[in-house]
């Protein structure tokens, strides 16, 4: 058991690094868009966004597909700043528009899993034995990872369309016009190394 809890404290310790802020930034401009009464909406969104990493993730892993992470590195910031300026332009309501941001969550998940899968690849880097088990374990580290990022998101969220009065369509143009605009600096360092 303790080789499954490593391969899962790696999985949090990943997606919850600063360092590596840029997954945080997707999942928090993804979520954006959302009330805290429609927690049930996030926690699907961010399902649809695991089942799209965990399958790149594994496929890449696996050495099933070869990529170039100079240019995963580029398209991660892409998908941050499609979603905040799709979430500035799109109506604010109806089934469609959810199914649409699903739909959405889990192509772009299929991106940020090619990203995962560069840190995955060197922790496993001379580890000849099946990785399946380690990619499990990983995967669930990620998505644990993830329900600490919305917690702490919706706590924010409460804290200020709740107590301090903020109106939420204020909220929500505040996070996704700070995503793009850190996304834009992180597409433009990429850039050069693609």
Known sequence: MG??????K???N?????????HMLFIVSLCAVYKLEQWRNIL?????????????????ALDFIHVN???VELLIPVTILLTCIFNVLKPQKGKSLISLNYA???????????????????MMMGISDNIVFPLLAFNIGIEIGQLMII???LIVLVIFTRLMQVRHREWMLFISGAGAGIALE????????V
Request: net charge neutral; hydrophobic share 55%; proline share 0%.
């Open 151 to 153: 917690a702490v998101f």
């Open 186 to 193: 992180m597409i433009m360092k990429a850039a050069g190394k």
């Open 44 to 60: 699907v969104l961010i399902t649809a966004f695991t089942i799209g990493h965990s399958i790149t993730l594994a496929l890449t």
């Open 104 to 122: 959405l969550a889990l192509f772009f998940g299929l991106i940020h899993g090619m990203g995962f899968s560069n840190f995955f690849k060197t």
């Open 69 to 71: 992470h100079n240019l």
């Open 3 to 8: 080789e499954f809890t490593f391969y899962v």
């Open 14 to 22: 990943h997606i919850t690094d600063i360092n590596g802020f840029d």
């Open 10 to 12: 790696q999985g949090i």
